[in-house]
């Protein structure tokens, strides 16, 4: 169990918690949820001993096993993956470790006695099934064998954070903290994720704004917001009709007492000066004051949970032909210089309106397509060109009268402009000189920008913050193609549902990546999914023509459907 006892945790003038007690409760998964910036985070931090509490404490038994996800993906580029993993069970890690260090000396007498207690550690700790176990766990998390004896620098950032899953659940952790493990997993590694979550028996706090993993995993909702935290019980879904339901009630309950108020007052204005009435109006004033104290205790709650109004617009639609890519052949050095090759002879088209979600195991080449159809487009922003690619061979030629917009995965790399110090509005008005200012200020406001938060520097924004200020980039110069690799990482749920009221409502093509299968499901009106081929022959472009359901069903895959 983990006990909050008043905790305060400010962030500079900011209060984020004030005076929360509370519990996490073992056997129970608690999805933590809340607006970027509310504190889920901080939270987590404060948990896993990372960050202090200004006030208050927090306690936990002294026996207990804490597992953290690491932020840091670089932390053990040194290590061979397998060691990564296993060094999640500090105790075993040590006891192999020195272990290895004293064999490669002389064995005296007080060494084999050190020996012999180092054993007993590495028996406790089941140290000698250990290596199978981490191996179990990477290729539960799509990390092939041939893999493990390399070094973590050899891996892709989603590919380290995979590791990093694997790392924490390695220590077998009586209780386990996780913020957004499912950032960059695909979707087979989701489910593989959920099933061996569902299964955990500690205590699991677990921040996340996938809404499909939430219902999967949590039994219990940490709601954040406005320096308190309300639990609920069910999943995400439950908690949703829960808040509903208080206010529909609330609201009842108030019109209700409003019109008694309206009643009672009416009789105070017509017998108060009666002394005959005198005594059943101050009755009813009394009455009055009761009601008025108990609308204010079920009015509205404050709430930090904002959602972005984003509507994409452009000035004239693209022709019927969006896109075509013929034959198209792309190839990189791996790590050894060898030549892979990721496409050969790889084709698509792509027409007006369609809404195309691009699906596929990590690795297999999906933003690379992305930056290939991008990387065809003679137009593409001056911040963009660094960041996209040119086929080796074939074609990629954009229809008539298209204009593309492009959101890159790496949100920081994608802000490359704002290396010289620039402030979020400065950055976006860069992109149309001529607009009036109050024209993009009302589209930073739009995107949850308002007052000074459109003059913080660039570089010192979250990852939610950035995601949001390069949809405003998109708002601003209307482009009719929109291609969007991974647009929900770091986005709250609120702003995913302000991201999926724009995109229905747009007019225009859509291209996108994402491994949220809610977005997925409520947007994609054609699936591609990606497939490796055998052998050095790149990737499959598998083209199912239907909606995410629609694809489920034919392609006979045990993808996890919708709520």
């Given at each position: 169990?983990?006990l909050?006892?008043?905790?305060t945790?400010?962030?500079?003038?900011k209060i984020?918690?004030e005076?929360?007690?509370m519990?996490f409760d073992p056997?129970k998964?608690?999805?933590?949820?809340?607006?970027?910036g509310?504190g889920?985070s901080?939270?987590?931090k404060?948990l896993?001993?990372?960050e202090e509490?200004?006030q208050?404490g927090?306690?936990m038994?002294g026996t207990a096993r804490?597992?953290?996800?690491?932020?840091?993906?670089?932390?053990y580029d040194e290590?061979r993956?397998?060691?990564?993993?296993m060094?999640?069970n500090?105790n075993l890690?040590d006891?192999?470790?020195e272990?290895?260090?004293?064999?490669?000396?002389e064995v005296?007498?007080?060494i084999?006695v050190r020996?012999?207690?180092?054993e007993g550690v590495?028996?406790e700790e089941?140290?000698?099934?250990?290596?199978?176990?981490a191996?179990e766990?990477?290729?539960?998390?799509g990390?092939?064998?041939?893999?493990h004896?390399?070094?973590?620098?050899?891996?892709a950032?989603g590919y380290k954070?995979?590791?990093?899953?694997?790392?924490v659940l390695?220590?077998?952790?009586?209780?386990?903290?996780l913020?957004?493990p499912t950032n960059?997993?695909?979707?087979?590694?989701?489910?593989?994720l959920e099933k061996f979550?569902?299964?955990?028996?500690?205590t699991?706090?677990?921040?996340s704004?996938?809404?499909?993993?939430?219902?999967?995993?949590?039994?219990?909702?940490?709601?954040?917001?406005?320096?308190?935290i309300?639990?609920y019980t069910g999943n995400y879904?439950?908690?949703?009709?829960?808040?509903y339901e208080n206010?529909?009630?609330?609201?009842?309950?108030n019109s209700?007492?409003?019109k008694?108020?309206e009643?009672?007052q009416?009789?105070?204005q017509?017998f108060?000066?009666h002394?005959?009435?005198?005594?059943?109006?101050?009755?009813?004033?009394k009455q009055?004051?009761?009601?008025?104290d108990?609308?204010?205790s079920r009015?509205?709650?404050?709430?930090?949970l904002?959602?972005?109004?984003?509507?994409?617009e452009?000035?004239k639609?693209?022709?019927?032909?969006?896109l075509?890519?013929?034959n198209?052949w792309?190839k990189f050095k791996?790590?050894n210089?060898?030549?892979?090759?990721v496409y050969?002879?790889?084709?698509?088209?792509v027409?007006r309106?369609?809404?195309?979600?691009?699906?596929?195991?990590?690795?297999?080449?999906?933003?690379?397509?992305?930056?290939?159809?991008?990387g065809g487009y003679?137009n593409?922003?001056?911040?963009t060109k660094?960041?996209?690619y040119?086929?080796?061979?074939?074609?990629?030629?954009?229809?008539?009268?298209?204009?593309?917009?492009?959101f890159a995965?790496?949100h920081?790399e994608a802000?490359s402009?704002a290396?010289?110090?620039s402030?979020a509005f400065?950055?976006l008005?860069?992109?149309?000189?001529?607009?009036?200012?109050?024209?993009?200020r009302?589209?930073?406001?739009?995107?949850?920008f308002?007052?000074?938060?459109?003059?913080?520097?660039?570089?010192?924004?979250?990852g939610?913050?950035?995601a949001?200020l390069?949809?405003?980039?998109?708002?601003v110069?209307?482009?009719?193609?929109?291609?969007?690799?991974e647009p929900?990482?770091h986005l709250d749920?609120?702003?995913i549902e302000?991201?999926l009221?724009g995109?229905e409502?747009?007019?225009?093509?859509?291209i996108?990546?994402?491994?949220?299968r809610?977005?997925?499901?409520?947007?994609?009106?054609?699936?591609v999914e990606?497939?490796?081929?055998?052998?050095?022959?790149g990737?499959e472009?598998?083209?199912?023509g239907?909606?995410?359901d629609?694809f489920?069903e034919?392609?006979?895959?045990?993808y996890?459907?919708?709520?």
């Amino acid at each position: 169990m983990i006990l909050l006892d008043n905790v305060t945790k400010r962030f500079g003038p900011k209060i984020l918690f004030e005076n929360v007690s509370m519990q996490f409760d073992p056997g129970k998964r608690y999805g933590l949820v809340g607006a970027n910036g509310a504190g889920k985070s901080t939270l987590i931090k404060i948990l896993g001993g990372d960050e202090e509490t200004d006030q208050g404490g927090i306690s936990m038994p002294g026996t207990a096993r804490l597992g953290v996800l690491k932020q840091n993906h670089f932390e053990y580029d040194e290590q061979r993956i397998i060691d990564a993993v296993m060094m999640g069970n500090k105790n075993l890690w040590d006891a192999l470790q020195e272990k290895e260090k004293l064999l490669l000396g002389e064995v005296t007498d007080e060494i084999g006695v050190r020996l012999g207690e180092l054993e007993g550690v590495i028996a406790e700790e089941d140290g000698y099934m250990a290596e199978g176990e981490a191996a179990e766990l990477l290729l539960g998390l799509g990390i092939p064998a041939t893999q493990h004896e390399k070094k973590m620098s050899t891996l892709a950032a989603g590919y380290k954070l995979r590791v990093l899953i694997a790392q924490v659940l390695f220590g077998k952790p009586d209780v386990l903290l996780l913020d957004e493990p499912t950032n960059h997993l695909d979707l087979d590694s989701i489910r593989w994720l959920e099933k061996f979550l569902i299964g955990y028996k500690g205590t699991l706090v677990v921040i996340s704004h996938d809404r499909h993993f939430l219902n999967e995993v949590a039994t219990h909702i940490a709601d954040v917001d406005y320096q308190t935290i309300t639990v609920y019980t069910g999943n995400y879904g439950d908690f949703v009709d829960a808040k509903y339901e208080n206010k529909q009630r609330a609201d009842a309950q108030n019109s209700s007492a409003k019109k008694k108020i309206e009643e009672l007052q009416g009789f105070v204005q017509r017998f108060g000066a009666h002394a005959s009435k005198s005594s059943q109006a101050q009755s009813r004033l009394k009455q009055i004051e009761k009601l008025k104290d108990e609308v204010q205790s079920r009015g509205v709650k404050r709430t930090s949970l904002v959602r972005p109004f984003i509507r994409f617009e452009f000035e004239k639609p693209s022709g019927r032909d969006v896109l075509r890519m013929e034959n198209v052949w792309k190839k990189f050095k791996d790590e050894n210089g060898k030549d892979k090759i990721v496409y050969e002879d790889a084709s698509i088209n792509v027409s007006r309106g369609d809404r195309i979600a691009v699906i596929g195991p990590n690795g297999v080449g999906k933003s690379t397509l992305l930056k290939l159809m991008v990387g065809g487009y003679a137009n593409v922003d001056s911040d963009t060109k660094p960041h996209v690619y040119s086929p080796d061979k074939g074609d990629v030629r954009w229809g008539h009268d298209t204009s593309v917009g492009y959101f890159a995965q790496d949100h920081h790399e994608a802000l490359s402009r704002a290396a010289a110090g620039s402030n979020a509005f400065q950055w976006l008005y860069s992109f149309d000189k001529l607009a009036p200012q109050e024209h993009i200020r009302g589209i930073l406001g739009r995107l949850l920008f308002s007052g000074e938060a459109a003059l913080k520097p660039v570089e010192a924004l979250s990852g939610g913050e950035c995601a949001r200020l390069l949809l405003a980039k998109l708002l601003v110069l209307k482009h009719n193609v929109l291609v969007l690799d991974e647009p929900t990482n770091h986005l709250d749920i609120e702003s995913i549902e302000g991201l999926l009221d724009g995109i229905e409502l747009f007019k225009g093509t859509v291209i996108f990546v994402s491994h949220d299968r809610h977005f997925v499901s409520k947007l994609a009106t054609r699936i591609v999914e990606l497939r490796a081929r055998e052998g050095d022959h790149g990737t499959e472009i598998v083209d199912y023509g239907g909606t995410y359901d629609e694809f489920l069903e034919k392609a006979g895959t045990d993808y996890i459907r919708k709520s």
